[in-house]
């Protein structure tokens, strides 16, 4: 077939225009990049603005616009492209997302939060029929990482008998310096196994108010309770918001949960929750309950104007809930004395302390207000000071009574009555070393204080000691002059090569600044627990002279040395 160069060049020409017109066709539709029946004009926000979540996590709704024509109907087919432009959020893991409008012109993404707590900006911007920027175009999204908060139980968890009741605390864990508003909570349970008697007002002021609730709902397994602050102060940390009591009523174990319908601060804005704590409270049948009572005594002898604590305890086999007790706690008037008691329980009711030293005796009445289930609890603590001299005094029990939170009797299986060995005047010169009460938990510490009695007539000038003790137990953190003015200063081998040898020798001058003479406090040593362990304290005098320049002897029976103990 044979074509005329006028042919040929006829077919060259309207391909030309042919391909020219799907040119222009290709532009107009990927300048639009929408639906061929509707012209999109601009870009409005439909939904997600000004949302609050956790920091690194999805927000639980997404961003929506809507890309609308000339009308204001929906536009289909629409790129649009969703950028973080602040706070360092993501769409999976990119900085930038394009999506297509649906057929009812929305488009959406979900965000993920910055690490970091604070503001998070997103753009989202769209091209026009015309190939220009479509109306409000970019539109910005606005969203609140928060650090957010953990509901937590104290105690976490625990058992109860039958009838007895079992106190919750309910705390909020705030991980962020903002104070809390307001709360509102569902608790869950199994209420075939227990019920709620009551819900008080939290631990601190500003939620010491009884919380609004439905006691109707107590045996239900679910109850809705809420509380906003009385905005005395600014709570922020771990904040006590509610009690709750709730009694056993059948043998089993009982989950208990949360469910948060609000938490918000001071400024009634969300504060998102990461955790709430799921713990359990186990009821078993009542049984006979059995505790024993001890009464602690000082780990060496004590010397006429030391002070020194007594720890009265209750011990049992099985974990018990104390509801009362009372005790009358007896003592010789003539070798100590007692300065003040300290209740170490919660009482319902202000305690009975009734304290006679001209008697030697102290009576406690207490009723308990809340108290975890425990096999060991500190009742209480009594503040002695040693007044005779060269004597022994018992520090035992009678008239005792201890009742469970049910008012029922426990029985007093025994009674471990403590003493306490003081050393007069007529003994001094004394030197000392004082030890912990209690067993040291590893990597705590404990200050022990170096003591030289003196009789009135004598005024110490110089002293020159050294301390010996297991390194592999103790370590010295520090060593400093006594409370004694006089004796301030100090001077001591260097405490790595102390730590080393363990042993650390010190000395001190008198500054002359009085005459001191009786109690002298010379030093103080603070050693950090290293291991588990027992370790001496061994004082061993090097020099001691008065202030003429005599030597003072002290007998061996008078050096006090020490003890420490170190538990896991």
């Excluded at 009594?382 to 029990?397: K, R």
């Amino acid at each position: 077939m044979k074509f005329s160069l006028f042919a040929i060049k006829r077919r060259e020409k309207r391909i030309a225009s042919w391909w020219g017109a799907f040119l222009i066709l290709g532009v107009a539709i990927a300048l639009s990049s929408c639906s061929k029946h509707s012209a999109p004009v601009a870009i409005e926000m439909y939904s997600g603005n000004n949302q609050i979540g956790l920091v690194a996590g999805e927000l639980e709704s997404p961003f929506v616009i809507k890309v609308t024509d000339g009308q204001g109907k929906g536009v289909e087919g629409c790129e649009v492209t969703f950028k973080v432009v602040e706070g360092g959020g993501s769409f999976k893991g990119k900085e930038s997302w394009v999506e297509r409008t649906l057929s009812n012109g929305l488009a959406s993404r979900v965000l993920t939060l910055g690490d970091e707590a604070g503001i998070n900006k997103v753009e989202v911007t769209g091209i026009g029929g015309e190939g220009d920027s479509l109306r409000n175009s970019p539109t910005v999204f606005t969203a609140t990482g928060r650090l957010g908060a953990n509901i937590i139980f104290q105690p976490q968890g625990g058992m109860i008998s039958i009838g007895d009741v079992f106190t919750l605390e309910v705390l909020v864990e705030l991980l962020e310096e903002t104070p809390l508003g307001s709360y509102g909570f569902t608790l869950k349970y199994d209420k075939d196994r227990v019920k709620i008697e009551d819900i008080l007002g939290g631990a601190i002021p500003e939620f010491s108010i009884v919380p609004d609730f439905n006691n109707s709902t107590f045996d239900s397994g679910s109850t809705n309770f809420t509380a906003a602050s009385e905005a005395i102060s600014s709570p922020t940390g771990t904040v006590s918001v509610a009690k709750v009591k709730l009694k056993g009523v059948a043998e089993g174990s009982s989950p208990i949960t949360i469910e948060v319908f609000d938490l918000s601060d001071i400024s009634n804005l969300v504060i998102p929750v990461i955790e709430v704590e799921k713990i359990s409270i186990n009821v078993c049948a009542k049984a006979s309950e059995q505790a024993s009572i001890q009464v602690s005594s000082p780990p060496e002898p004590q010397v006429v104007g030391d002070d020194f604590p007594v720890i009265l305890t209750v011990a049992a086999p099985t974990p018990i809930t104390l509801g009362s007790y009372s005790f009358t706690f007896n003592y010789n008037p003539m070798v100590v004395k007692v300065n003040g008691v300290t209740i170490l329980t919660e009482f319902q009711d202000p305690p009975v302390i009734m304290i006679a030293n001209n008697e030697g005796r102290v009576t406690l009445n207490v009723t308990i207000d809340t108290w975890p289930t425990s096999e060991e609890v500190e009742v209480a603590k009594i503040d002695m000071e040693a007044v005779g001299f060269g004597t022994t005094s018992p520090l035992n029990l009678s008239a005792v009574s201890i009742m469970d939170i049910s008012s029922d009797p426990i029985e007093i299986k025994e009674i471990i009555n403590g003493q306490v060995t003081v050393m007069g005047q007529e003994s001094f010169p004394i030197v000392k070393i004082s030890s912990p009460l209690a067993p040291l938990a590893v990597g705590s510490s404990f200050i022990s204080y170096v003591n030289v009695y003196l009789p009135e007539t004598t005024v110490l000038g110089v002293y020159f000691f050294s301390v010996a003790y297991d390194p592999a137990i103790v370590k010295i953190e520090s060593i400093n002059g006594g409370v004694c003015p006089e004796f301030t200063n100090l001077k001591t081998n260097p405490l790595n090569d102390a730590n080393d040898k363990g042993e650390v020798r010190f000395m001190g001058v008198n500054l002359n600044l009085s005459s001191p003479t009786g109690t002298i406090n010379v030093a103080k040593i603070t050693f950090r627990a290293q291991n588990p362990g027992n370790t001496g304290l061994t004082l061993s005098i090097h020099d001691l002279v008065d202030s003429k320049e005599e030597p003072i002897t002290v007998g061996s029976n008078n050096i006090i040395n020490g003890t420490i103990t170190v538990i896991e």
